[in-house]
C-alpha cells in the first residue's frame, strides 16, 4: 500500500511538497554557489533588507516614468484598477517564485528553473528569454539616459554620445561581483527616483496646463493594450527574483523583502500616476519626468540620473551573474579574485552593456521600447511562469482540499493573463510598435541638434531610382509637388528619392525651409561647422543677424562658440555685426574665451570694435573669463589692449584673484607683469591675500608673498590675513603667516576688536592657539570691545583644551572681568561649564569673591543654578556665603526660592563652623524664608549670631 504525500513529508507545507520522492542514498542538490565558509569572495552573505532595497531599485525606475502616459490611455478608474489589482497579483506571483526557490536549492535564475521544469530544453529556453528580456532593459535605461541628458543639455550634443557615456558609466558601476556590493547603491537609485517624482508633481501641480482627467476614455485596442503593458512592465521585476533570493545570507526572508518592495511600489505608482494624470490629463508624456515645463524637467532628470544608471546596472549585473555561474559554476574562479575570474566578469559585462547600447541606438522610442519588452517577457516572467511553477511544485494535489482548488484556479489565471497579455500585444500592438520606432527611426530626418535641417546635399545615401514612375512626370508638375509639400520633412523625403529630384528641389528644400523656419538652419550649420550649408542659405537670403529665440544667439555667436574658423571669417566678410549680445549679455568673444578658442578670439580682437572691459550678465568681463579659466594665451592678447583695466572685478574678485583660486598660477605671474596690484582692495574690502588665507589655498599665498604682497595688510571689512586664516581653521596658513616678522599677531578685527588668539579660543581650535602661544609674540589678555579676554571666551564656550594651554602661559590674568564686571570664572559659572571649572579650582591666582556689577559673586551664582558640588569647593576656597547681590539676594535665599533643600543644608552648616556678619540683619534675612515658625526663626537667629 502506498503511504500519503503528506505522511512522507510532514515537515514540509502542502505549498512546497512534490510528487517526486527521493532516493534515500540521493544527496539534496545546491546551488551554483556551494559552500562559501572559506571563499575568497563570498555571494551568500546579502540581508532582507538589502535584498529588499535591490527590489525596490530594480522595479521602480523606468516603470513608474511610464505610469502617467498608460493612465492617460486608459482613464482613471480602469487604471487604478491594473495598479492595484496587478500590484496584488504580482506580490502573490513573488511569494510563488520564492516557494519554488525553496523547493529547488539549486535554482539561482530562470535558466535553473526552466532545467527543472524541462530539462536542457527548458534551461535554454527560459535562460535565453531571461537575458534578452534584462538586455533590453538595461537598452531602456541607457535609452533614458540619453533622453535625460538631452534634456538636461538642450541637447548640447549629439545623443550618440550621451548614449556612448552613459556605456562607459553603467559599465564602470557593474564591476562588483556580488548584489551585497550593490544594495547600498539601491539607496541612492530609489532616492532619487522618488525625489524626482515628488518635484516632478510639484511642478505639475502649479503649472496645472493638463486636459481635464476623465475617469473612462474611449480608446482602441492597440492604445488600450500598450497602456496595460506597461502597467505590466511596471511590475515586471520578477525576472530577477531567482538571482537575489540565491545570494540571501537566508533565503526564508525572501517574504519579507518581497513585501518591503510590493508595498512601497504599488503605494507609488498609485500616487505619481493618479496626481500627474490629474494635473496634466491627456498630455501626460512618457517618460512622465517630461510632463512638467522645460526647467523642472531638466531638474527633475537630473535628479533621476542616479536611478537611471543604478537600476539598469542591477539589471546588467544580473543578466552577468548568469553568463558569469554558466561559465564557472563549479570551478575556483567562481570564488577567486584572481585575472581569469575578474578579467572575465569585465568582459562580460562590457558585452551585454554594448549589446544593450546597439539596441538603446537603434530604437529610439521610449513607450514602444517598453510594449515591446513587455510583451516579448514581461507578461510571461511575471505573470505566466510563477503560475506554471506552482503547479509543478504541486502537481498531485491541485484538487485535494478546497484551499488548493482555489489556489489552483488563481495559478491558472495567472498564466492565462501572461498568455493573454502575451498573445494579444504580440499580435495587435507589437506590429504598431514596430512601426512606431519605424517611424521614429525615420524623424531623425527632421530639424534637431544633431541632425541637419535641410542636408539633402550632403545626404550619401540618394538612391538611383530610374524606374520610378513619377520620375516621369514634367518638372513644373514636381515642382508644383514640393511646394505645396507642408513640412520640411515630406520635402526632404521627396529629395532622396532620387538623384533627379535631388537636382532638380534642391534650391526648393532651401527656400521652403526659410520660408516656414526662418534662419534656423543657418544657426544649424554655424553651430555644426558646415561652411557650405552656411554660403548656400546666404545665397538663398537667409537673415545673417537671425536670432534663436530661446538663446538670443546667431549665427556669429555660435560660430565663435564652437571655435569654427572659416564660417567666422566667412560671417565677417558678409558684414555681421560682431558686438551683438545674446539673451545672457555674452558675447562672441565671451563664447570664445569660454571655449577656450584663442584663435576666434585673435580674429575679433584685431577686429577692434568691441568694448574690452564690457560686462555680461555676471558683470564678468573678456579678462575675468579667461583668468578664471586659466587660459594664458587669451589673457596674453588681451592684456596688449591699452584700454584694458587689469584690475576690473566681479562677484568681489579681481581677475588675479580668480586665476590663484583656480590655480591657474602661470596667469597669475602674467597679470602681475602687466600691471595687476597685489593688494589690491575689491569692493567686499579684500585683497588677493585675504582670500587665499580664507581659502586656505596655500600655494596661491605661497605665490603671493614670493611676488612681493604684504602679509599683514588690513582691511576694514575683514582685517588681515591671519585672521581670515584663523576663521577659517587653516592651520598651514596660520604656521605660514607666524614665520613672517612683518605680522601683527595682535590686530583686531574692525567692529567687535576680536583677535586672532580670541577667536580661536572662542571657536576651540586648539591647534591654533598652540601656534600662536607658542609664537611668543601673542597678548594672552588682550580685550575686545566688550573687555572679554580669550580666556573669558573659552570659558563661556567650554573649551576645556584652550583654557589648559591659557593657563600654562605665565603672562595669563585669570580674574580680568569683562565690560559687565563678569570675570572667566563668573562666565565658566554662569555657562555651567564643570570641565572648565576644574581647572579654576587647580589654580591659587583666582579671585573667588569677585563679583560682576550686578553684586553676583562665584558662590551666589552657583547657588541659584543648583550646582552642589561647585557650592562646596567654593565654601572650601573660602568664598563668603553671607555677600547679596544688587537685589540684596543672598546665596541662602537663593536655594530657598529654589526649593533646594541639600544647598540650604550645605549652607547652614557652613553657616554655623563660621563667625561672620551678613551684609542685612539676620531678622531681615530669615522672615524672608517662607514657612518657618517664629521659635524656629529665633533659634536659627541665635545659631547664626554664636
Known amino acids: 500500500m502506498t503511504v500519503p504525500l503528506e505522511n512522507q513529508l510532514p515537515s514540509m507545507s502542502p505549498d512546497q511538497v512534490s510528487i517526486e520522492t527521493k532516493k534515500p542514498d540521493e544527496s539534496p542538490p545546491i546551488d551554483a554557489f556551494g559552500d562559501e565558509e572559506f571563499a575568497e569572495v563570498k555571494y551568500k552573505v546579502l540581508k532582507w533588507w538589502q535584498c529588499g532595497i535591490l527590489m525596490v531599485a530594480e522595479t521602480i525606475s523606468l516603470g513608474v516614468l511610464s505610469l502617467p502616459a498608460a493612465v492617460a490611455g486608459l482613464g482613471l478608474v480602469p487604471a487604478l484598477i491594473l495598479l492595484i489589482g496587478l500590484g496584488i497579483l504580482a506580490t502573490y506571483t513573488g511569494y510563488v517564485i520564492g516557494q519554488f526557490?525553496?523547493?529547488?536549492?539549486?535554482?539561482?535564475?530562470?535558466?535553473?528553473?526552466?532545467?527543472?521544469?524541462?530539462?536542457?530544453?527548458?534551461?535554454?529556453?527560459?535562460?535565453m528569454a531571461q537575458l534578452l528580456f534584462l538586455v533590453f532593459i538595461m537598452a531602456s535605461h541607457l535609452l533614458t539616459f540619453t533622453m535625460a541628458m538631452n534634456t538636461i543639455t538642450d541637447h548640447g550634443t549629439c545623443s550618440i554620445v550621451?548614449?556612448?557615456?552613459?556605456?562607459?558609466?553603467?559599465?564602470?558601476?557593474?564591476?562588483?561581483?556580488?548584489?551585497?556590493?550593490?544594495?547600498?547603491?539601491?539607496?541612492?537609485?530609489?532616492?532619487?527616483?522618488?525625489?524626482?517624482?515628488?518635484?516632478?508633481?510639484?511642478?505639475?501641480?502649479?503649472?496645472?496646463?493638463?486636459?481635464?482627467?476623465?475617469a473612462f476614455v474611449a480608446t482602441n485596442l492597440v492604445t488600450g493594450f500598450t497602456s496595460a503593458a506597461n502597467i505590466v512592465f511596471s511590475y515586471a521585476s520578477h525576472s530577477t527574483f531567482f538571482n537575489m533570493i540565491a545570494e540571501l545570507k537566508t533565503p526564508r526572508d525572501f517574504p519579507k523583502a518581497l513585501t518591503v518592495l510590493q508595498c512601497i511600489d504599488i503605494s507609488l505608482y498609485v500616487v505619481a500616476a493618479v496626481v500627474i494624470y490629474w494635473y496634466t490629463g491627456g498630455d501626460a508624456a512618457s517618460p512622465a519626468l517630461g510632463s512638467a515645463g522645460p526647467l523642472v524637467s531638466r531638474i527633475a532628470y537630473g535628479v533621476a540620473l542616479p536611478t537611471i544608471i543604478i537600476a539598469g546596472v542591477i539589471n546588467g549585473h544580473v543578466a552577468s551573474k548568469s553568463i558569469y555561474l554558466?561559465?564557472?559554476?563549479?570551478?575556483?574562479?567562481?570564488?577567486?579574485?584572481?585575472?581569469?575570474?575578474?578579467?572575465?566578469?569585465?568582459?562580460?559585462?562590457?558585452?551585454?552593456?554594448?549589446?544593450?547600447?546597439?539596441?538603446?541606438?537603434?530604437?529610439?522610442?521610449?513607450?514602444?521600447?517598453?510594449?515591446?519588452?513587455?510583451?516579448?517577457?514581461?507578461?510571461?516572467?511575471?505573470?505566466?511562469?510563477?503560475?506554471?511553477?506552482?503547479?509543478?511544485?504541486?502537481?498531485?494535489?491541485w484538487f485535494s482540499s478546497y484551499r488548493k482548488l482555489l489556489l489552483t484556479i488563481l495559478n491558472i489565471a495567472c498564466i492565462c493573463i501572461g498568455v493573454i497579455l502575451r498573445e494579444s500585444r504580440l499580435l495587435s500592438a507589437a506590429f504598431f510598435a514596430v512601426s512606431l520606432i519605424g517611424r521614429g527611426l525615420s524623424n531623425q530626418d527632421e530639424p534637431s541638434s544633431s541632425d541637419d535641417p535641410v542636408m539633402a546635399e550632403h545626404r550619401k545615401d540618394v538612391s538611383i531610382a530610374s524606374n520610378f514612375r513619377l520620375s516621369s512626370f514634367p518638372n513644373e508638375i514636381l515642382l508644383a509637388i514640393a511646394e505645396h509639400l507642408n513640412t520640411d520633412q515630406d520635402l526632404n523625403a521627396l529629395v532622396r528619392v532620387c538623384r533627379q529630384f535631388y537636382i532638380l528641389l534642391n534650391y526648393n528644400l532651401y527656400q521652403n525651409h526659410l520660408k516656414r523656419g526662418g534662419s534656423q538652419g543657418l544657426l544649424w550649420a554655424a553651430a555644426h561647422g558646415r561652411e557650405r550649408t552656411v554660403r548656400l542659405f546666404l545665397e538663398h537670403g537667409a537673415d545673417l543677424e537671425y536670432k534663436s529665440e530661446k538663446?538670443?544667439?546667431?549665427?556669429?555667436?555660435?560660430?565663435?562658440?564652437?571655435?569654427?574658423?572659416?564660417?567666422?571669417?566667412?560671417?565677417?566678410?558678409?558684414?555681421?555685426?560682431?558686438?551683438?549680445?545674446?539673451?545672457?549679455?555674452?558675447?562672441?568673444?565671451?563664447?570664445?574665451?569660454?571655449?577656450?578658442?584663442?584663435?576666434?578670439?585673435?580674429?575679433?580682437?584685431?577686429?577692434?570694435?568691441?568694448?574690452?572691459?564690457?560686462?555680461?550678465?555676471?558683470?564678468?568681463?573678456?579678462?575675468?573669463?579667461?583668468?578664471?579659466?586659466?587660459?594664458?594665451?587669451?589673457?596674453?592678447?588681451?592684456?596688449?589692449?591699452?584700454?584694458?583695466?587689469?584690475?576690473?572685478?566681479?562677484?568681489?574678485?579681481?581677475?588675479?584673484?580668480?586665476?590663484?583660486?583656480?590655480?591657474?598660477?602661470?596667469?597669475?605671474?602674467?597679470?602681475?607683469?602687466?600691471?595687476?596690484?597685489l593688494d589690491y582692495f575689491d569692493l567686499s574690502n579684500c585683497t588677493a591675500m585675504h582670500h587665499a588665507a580664507r581659502q586656505g589655498n596655500e600655494a596661491f599665498l605661497d605665490l603671493l608673498l614670493s611676488l612681493g604682497a604684504s602679509p599683514d595688510v588690513f582691511s576694514g571689512g575683514c582685517s588681515t590675513p591671519l585672521i581670515c586664516a584663523v576663521e577659517g581653521d587653516h592651520l598651514?596658513?596660520?604656521?605660514?603667516?607666524?614665520?613672517?616678522?612683518?605680522?601683527d599677531l595682535n590686530q583686531k578685527t574692525p567692529y567687535y576688536q576680536f583677535a586672532s588668539l580670541t577667536i580661536a579660543a572662542q571657536y576651540g581650535k586648539v591647534e591654533i592657539v598652540k601656534c600662536l602661544l607658542a609664537s611668543g609674540r601673542v597678548d594672552v589678555n588682550l580685550q575686545t570691545l566688550q573687555k572679554q579676554t580669550a580666556l573669558w571666551q573659552a570659558c563661556r564656550e567650554g573649551r576645556t583644551e584652550v583654557v589648559k594651554l591659557l593657563f600654562a602661559d605665565p603672562a595669563i590674568n585669570p580674574n580680568i572681568p569683562d565690560g559687565a564686571g563678569e570675570t572667566p570664572l563668573l562666565s565658566a559659572i554662569r555657562w555651567k561649564q564643570l570641565s572648565v571649572l576644574d581647572l579654576f579650582f587647580e589654580r591659587d591666582d583666582v579671585d573667588w569673591q569677585s563679583s560682576n556689577k550686578k553684586g553676583e559673586t562665584p558662590l551666589l551664582l552657583a547657588v541659584s543654578k543648583g550646582m552642589n558640588p561647585i557650592v562646596e569647593k567654593l565654601i572650601a576656597k573660602g568664598a563668603r556665603i553671607d555677600c547679596p547681590d544688587s537685589f540684596g539676594r543672598t546665596p541662602l535665599l537663593w536655594a530657598k526660592w529654589n526649593r533646594d533643600r541639600a544647598m540650604e543644608a550645605i549652607l547652614l552648616a557652613y553657616a554655623k563652623r563660621c563667625d561672620y556678619r551678613p551684609c542685612m540683619s539676620i531678622r531681615e534675612r530669615i522672615n524672608m524664608l517662607e514657612g518657618l515658625t517664629e521659635s524656629s526663626i529665633l533659634m536659627k537667629a541665635a545659631q547664626v549670631q554664636q
Not at 101 to 118: H, I, N, T, Y
Not at 368 to 397: H, K, M, V
Not at 580 to 595: F, P, R, Y
Not at 732 to 743: A, C, F, N, S, Y
Request: glycine share 10%; proline share 2%; net charge neutral.
Open 326 to 397: 554558466r561559465l564557472f559554476a563549479g570551478t575556483d574562479h567562481m570564488h577567486k579574485r584572481n585575472w581569469i575570474a575578474t578579467g572575465s566578469w569585465i568582459g562580460i559585462a562590457f558585452a551585454l552593456w554594448g549589446l544593450a547600447w546597439i539596441i538603446s541606438s537603434a530604437i529610439p522610442v521610449f513607450s514602444d521600447l517598453l510594449s515591446l519588452i513587455t510583451a516579448l517577457f514581461g507578461s510571461w516572467f511575471t505573470f505566466g511562469l510563477p503560475g506554471i511553477f506552482w503547479l509543478y511544485i504541486n502537481r498531485g494535489l
Open 101 to 127: 526557490k525553496w523547493r529547488f536549492p539549486q535554482v539561482c535564475s530562470m535558466a535553473d528553473a526552466g532545467e527543472v521544469l524541462m530539462g536542457r530544453f527548458g534551461r535554454e529556453l527560459l535562460g
Open 732 to 743: 598651514g596658513i596660520v604656521k605660514k603667516l607666524l614665520t613672517r616678522d612683518d605680522v
Open 162 to 214: 550621451f548614449g556612448i557615456v552613459g556605456l562607459v558609466i553603467s559599465c564602470a558601476f557593474s564591476a562588483g561581483r556580488t548584489l551585497d556590493k550593490m544594495s547600498w547603491l539601491s539607496i541612492a537609485s530609489f532616492a532619487s527616483i522618488f525625489v524626482a517624482l515628488i518635484i516632478t508633481m510639484i511642478a505639475v501641480g502649479v503649472e496645472n496646463r493638463g486636459t481635464p482627467p476623465q
Open 551 to 677: 538663446t538670443g544667439e546667431n549665427a556669429f555667436i555660435l560660430a565663435a562658440k564652437s571655435g569654427h574658423v572659416s564660417i567666422l571669417n566667412l560671417l565677417i566678410a558678409q558684414g555681421v555685426d560682431v558686438t551683438v549680445k545674446e539673451n545672457g549679455e555674452q558675447t562672441a568673444l565671451d563664447w570664445a574665451i569660454i571655449k577656450g578658442h584663442a584663435e576666434v578670439v585673435s580674429i575679433i580682437l584685431a577686429l577692434n570694435k568691441l568694448d574690452i572691459n564690457g560686462n555680461n550678465a555676471a558683470s564678468e568681463t573678456p579678462l575675468q573669463l579667461a583668468a578664471d579659466r586659466g587660459c594664458k594665451e587669451i589673457v596674453e592678447m588681451l592684456l596688449e589692449s591699452k584700454q584694458i583695466n587689469v584690475d576690473q572685478e566681479s562677484r568681489n574678485r579681481s581677475p588675479l584673484v580668480r586665476a590663484g583660486e583656480k590655480g591657474h598660477f602661470d596667469v597669475v605671474k602674467v597679470l602681475v607683469d602687466h600691471g595687476s596690484n
